[in-house]
């Protein structure tokens, strides 16, 4: 057992999860708390398009997938407040556009480039010293700006009119919290890809919520549970050699389910205690 941690690989993946995690952490909360999930979703998609195009244009895949995440969210905001367009409808023309865009131009790509499957279902054992730099860099500075910010990102997060009539700048920390969201899905594509990423913003913080409603312990919750069903997924995955990712997520939904099984079995106990025939 202990021979994988020899593996330099195994190393960077583990490192590479903790970073992850702590920006997942942070930017997850904000989404579950201003049910923010669909457009997560829809944001993680239409980076496929970036994905897609940098490999035509030779491009860094990951450099493209930020712009088009980064555009999408900002474009979905600005549609959304218009009257016209619905929110939702406006995340699935980005989401379908995206994915469309992504499966064109990998399709006119000439050769076969097995780096796509990555971007699409994750390999959390690719990850490089450059993918590490990043994530650590998109920790440190969302790890300050929350500090900074604080007090505005929780007023915004649970009642946005409120916060606004109090005069907090709130289009600019939702502005700024959606970039954080593109740069979170775009950094961790390696670790599960574009269609479970989504799964990292939500399943650790909603496991959190299940035992305390206050939004700083979700995070520090979030990043606890994350990084412990990662590393779950990344050993599991090496010792039946199935797909990194794909356990990862499969690590984190069983962490999920035993916490509400826990839960309920707790409270029934508790009420037993309380109530004895």
């Known amino acids: 057992m202990m ?8 190393k960077n993946a583990l490192i590479g999860s903790l970073f992850a995690c702590i920006v997942c952490g942070i930017v997850g909360t904000y989404v579950v708390s201003r049910r923010l999930v669909f457009i ?24 493209m997938a930020f712009l088009f995440a980064a555009a999408s969210a900002l474009g979905v905001q600005a549609l959304s407040r218009g009257k016209e367009i619905r929110e939702d409808s406006a995340i699935a023309v980005f989401w379908i556009l995206g994915m469309a865009l992504g499966i064109m131009f990998s399709f006119l790509t000439p050769g076969y480039s097995g780096e796509l499957s990555t971007y699409l279902f994750g390999n959390i054992l690719t990850i490089t010293t450059g993918d590490i730099i990043l994530l650590a860099a998109i920790a440190l500075t969302l790890s300050l700006f929350t500090s900074v910010f604080f007090g505005a990102i929780l007023a915004t997060s649970f009642d946005r009119d409120h916060a606004a009539s109090r005069n907090i700048p709130t ?12 740069l979170a899905i775009v950094a961790t594509l390696r670790l599960v890809g574009v269609v479970m990423v989504i799964s990292l913003l939500t399943v650790p913080q909603m496991t959190a919520m299940l035992f305390t409603n206050s ?3 979700i995070i520090f919750a979030s990043i606890v549970i994350g990084y412990t069903t990662n590393v779950a997924g990344l050993l599991l995955s090496y010792w039946w050699d199935i797909p990194s990712g794909a356990t990862i997520i499969i690590c984190s939904i069983a962490f999920y389910s035993l916490s509400i099984i826990g839960k309920a079995v707790y409270r029934r106990c508790v009420k037993a205690s309380c109530h004895p025939q």
């Open 3 to 10: 021979e994988i941690f020899v593996y330099s690989f195994f």
């Open 40 to 63: 997560s979703g829809g944001i993680s998609h239409a980076s496929f398009g970036g994905v897609g195009l940098g490999m035509f244009l030779n491009i860094s895949p990951s450099f």
């Open 171 to 182: 289009a600019f920390i939702e502005g700024t919290m959606i970039v954080f969201v593109a």
């Open 215 to 217: 939004y700083k312990k």
